[in-house]
């Protein structure tokens, strides 16, 4: 079974997402910063990375930063709000990231992606 | 009262009698010159206290005396110093009646001549603060005791208990020292209340949260809406037990989380979450919030109502237009823009408080989003008193292109003031209606700078002849270099041929800038 990390601050999201992708028959596991997300990176070896951008310690562009240090080839999916600035976005696919999905946003659909990635 | 304002009162009560004693002790121990020496008599020694005699410098000492006796500076005579007051006696017997008559006793405080009211006073300071104790009397046996009580100083019975109240400037220190210590200790004891209580309500909150996340992820994965809808008590109590959803706060976290997750998602979550939302009965906790007294309140009432679809409320949204609180009737107008079948703008024309620019941009923005769906009914907001609900029309008519309704506004333009002017010119001049002109060549005459400016863009796209002759006129009159951009810039767009000829006529330096700026393709726009 694919195991993906979901780093997301919002409580109620990534409970949403965890269920959501479980049902689908990945294992999740979620953190809630970036620090933790960065640990997990290191110690999980996950096959998919969900991480918001805003987060506590350490946003989304540093975990994404370190994850193409450490995994290069993990994709990544980007859930971020849709007021963030471009520059981020921007920042964002040009590390390579494998998909953006911008809030609000229905957790069907970013099911599909995770599956059209990870198949 | 309270026990602990009891016991606070008590210790209050006990600082301001029970240091009263200390207040009676320090009475003067000696009140006069014979109850002292008598005193110093039957102490026979007191440190720090010695005695001498003195005899004036035109005294004729005999030779024999000279071995007691010294002369001082000033050709005094004065006695060794004498320690005891046995020693002072047997020192006074041993004088002549002559010397006896003429000699003065003098008291030494640590060797410095005092006067017998300072040496009281010394050996005073020196029984209050217990450095001596007083002798016991010699032959004293049971018939003296009468005498020996009457040298205790009669101390009388009314200062004892109300020696503070007595002295004012005491009293009123103590107190307001006891007032502050009060007030502080107060202040700390209901701050760490509302501190554990605020943090006992986080956790609970926190707690909550972390209760409702996953039943709710239930409900939306695996309910479809009409089940949602017609979802039975008995299985709303295996996702949210009864005991639950009566604790108010539960309610209240559960309401901002399903507002909280409507804002972020999409599609079908949105109607299962306001479905979800009506089922448990929360709408009725959105209703008490509206008829609330509390402008917080009302607020959150009214974003719930307007997250939640609650159309059924309209009627209590509407009696909070007018409200003289700024968020209320933000808020009450954008819900029932929100939730309106139609858009109709009529409750703005009746408007007392001013539109704010956030208020006005917040309004075009629900609009904008509404109007390509929804009837826009806002012709109203010309006819309103408030000025600022008329300008925020003139801006709409704008925004949304309602060239029907440029009429109307003309019309109105020849009555209005120059700020409406300026927002009437900018509509004419974004929707290109022509047929203003006489509107655009007064304004251009206009006094107020803003105006006549307005006026001169509008001419360049929407004027005429008489325009460009107006123009050309004021070009004449004109030096200001920014009013002549202006003019010239119309000008060049009215006609370039008129335009061209102006400048080959003007040699000034400013019009050769102008003319070099408006032909350069690069800066023409800048």
């Known amino acids: 079974m694919k195991k993906i990390l979901l780093i997301e601050d919002d409580l109620l999201i990534s409970s949403l997402v965890e269920f959501r992708l479980n049902k689908d028959g990945y294992i999740t596991l979620t953190v809630k910063d970036g620090n933790e997300g960065i640990h997990a990176i290191n110690t999980e070896n996950p096959d998919l990375i969900i991480t918001d951008v805003m987060m506590p310690f350490k946003n989304g562009i540093e975990i994404i930063h370190h994850a193409r240090k450490e995994k290069p080839n993990t994709p990544i999916i980007v859930l971020s709000s849709l007021g963030e600035e471009e520059s981020i976005v921007l920042e964002a696919f040009n590390l390579g990231v494998s998909d953006f999905i911008s809030k609000p946003f229905n957790p069907n659909e970013l099911a599909m992606r995770v599956k059209r990635i990870l198949r | 009262m309270s026990f602990v304002g ?56 005999p030779a024999k005396d000279t071995a007691i006796w010294n002369r001082a500076d000033l050709g005094m005579w004065y006695s060794n110093s004498i320690d005891s007051i046995s020693q002072l006696k047997k020192f006074r017997s041993g004088l002549d009646s002559i010397l006896a008559s003429s000699a003065n006793f003098q008291y030494l405080i640590y060797d410095e001549p005092s006067t017998e009211a300072a040496a009281s006073e010394f050996v005073s300071a020196l029984l209050r603060n217990n450095d001596i104790f007083p002798a016991e009397k010699k032959n004293i046996n049971s018939q003296d005791l009468v005498l020996l009580a009457q040298d205790s100083p009669f101390q009388p019975g009314f ?11 005491i009293f009123m220190i103590a107190l307001i020292i006891t007032v502050f210590f009060l007030i502080a200790g107060g202040m700390i004891f209901f701050m760490i209340l509302f501190k554990s209580r605020r943090n006992r309500r986080e956790q609970l909150r926190s707690d909550f949260e972390k209760e409702i996340s996953s039943p709710l992820s239930q409900i939306l994965f695996n309910l479809s809406l009409e089940e949602i809808k017609n979802l039975p008590n008995e299985e709303i109590e295996i996702y949210f037990p009864a005991h639950r959803l009566s604790n108010k706060l539960f309610k209240e976290v559960l309401i901002e989380n399903i507002i909280s997750l409507n804002k972020k998602m999409k599609g079908d979550f949105k109607d299962k979450l306001k479905a979800l939302f009506k089922r448990l009965g929360l709408y009725k906790i959105s209703e008490s919030k509206v008829n609330s007294k509390k402008w917080d309140a009302i607020v959150s009432g009214l974003i719930q109502i307007n997250e939640m679809d609650l159309e059924e409320f309209l009627p209590l949204v509407k009696k909070h237009l007018n409200s003289p609180n700024f968020h209320i009737r933000t808020n009450a107008a954008a819900t029932l823009l929100n939730l309106s079948r139609e858009v109709d703008l009529s409750f703005l024309k009746n408007q007392k408080y001013p539109l704010s620019n956030w208020q006005q941009m917040n309004y075009l923005r629900i609009i904008k989003y509404l109007y390509p769906t929804r009837k826009l009914l806002m012709v109203s907001l010309f006819d309103s008193e408030n000025i600022t609900v008329r300008l925020f029309g003139y801006k709409l008519v704008r925004m949304v292109g309602r060239v029907d309704l440029v009429e109307k506004i003309g019309g109105i333009a020849t009555k209005a003031s ?109």
């Open chain 2, 6 to 61: 009891k016991r606070i009162l008590g210790v209050l009560l006990i600082l301001i009698f029970g240091s009263t004693t200390a207040f009676c002790q320090e009475k003067t121990y000696f009140s006069d010159s014979t109850s002292f020496f008598e005193f110093l008599s039957n102490q026979e020694q007191v440190p720090g206290l010695k005695f001498r005699f003195t005899l004036p410098a035109n005294f004729q000492l």
């Open chain 2, 159 to 169: 200062n004892v208990g109300f020696g503070y109240f007595s002295d004012f400037k």
């Open chain 2, 418 to 526: 120059d700020e409406e002017k300026i927002e009437i010119l900018k509509t004419i001049q974004v929707l290109g209606v022509p047929s203003y002109t006489t509107l655009i060549n007064s304004s251009m005459q206009s006094t107020n700078d803003k105006l006549s400016r307005q006026a001169i863009k509008a001419a360049g796209s929407l004027g005429d002849k008489s325009s460009e002759k107006m123009i050309l006129e004021l070009l004449a009159q004109n030096r200001r270099f920014e009013i002549k951009m202006l003019l010239m810039e119309s000008l060049k767009k009215l006609n370039y041929e008129s335009f061209k000829t102006y400048v080959l006529n003007e040699e000034d330096q400013d019009t050769q800038a102008i003319y070099h700026h408006l032909e350069d393709p690069l800066l023409s726009y800048v």
